[in-house]
């Protein structure tokens, strides 16, 4: 059974930083490429950072550049998110994003998503 399980969301001072984690389990991890996104209230869900599978190629959003770092961990099947002075407008649900394709067959999982607030 596929499950992703993100953690380390929470409550942050403006300027603060934050390290989400993925744990990813019931599928080949290393063969999919892994992103982060987010959606605030309101708002649509929003590509935050990708990663591919063995970690050779990283992409930022522009909104998150030079504040935001992606990484995993294939030996355990994690995904991490390290995000540095948080701003409010960074508030959001995060999810975390598995993706494959092989042989033209699309395979994607989402996690349940963990909550991140930036409030004094």
């Known amino acids: 059974q596929v499950h992703l399980a993100e953690s380390g969301g929470g409550l942050v001072q403006p300027g603060g930083s934050l390290r989400l984690s993925c744990a990813a389990s019931g599928f080949p991890f290393s063969s999919y490429t892994m992103s982060w996104f987010r959606q605030a209230p309101g708002k649509e869900r929003e590509l935050v950072a990708t990663i591919t599978s063995f970690g050779s190629t990283t992409i930022h959003a522009d909104s998150v550049k030079g504040r935001a770092t992606i990484s995993r961990d294939n030996a355990k099947s994690t995904v991490s998110l390290q995000m540095y002075s948080l701003k409010p407008e960074d508030t959001a649900m995060y999810y975390c994003?598995?993706?494959?394709?092989?042989?033209?067959?699309?395979?994607?999982?989402w996690g349940q998503g963990t909550q991140v607030t930036v409030s004094s």
């Open positions: 994003y598995a993706r494959t394709t092989h042989f033209s067959l699309t395979r994607e999982y």
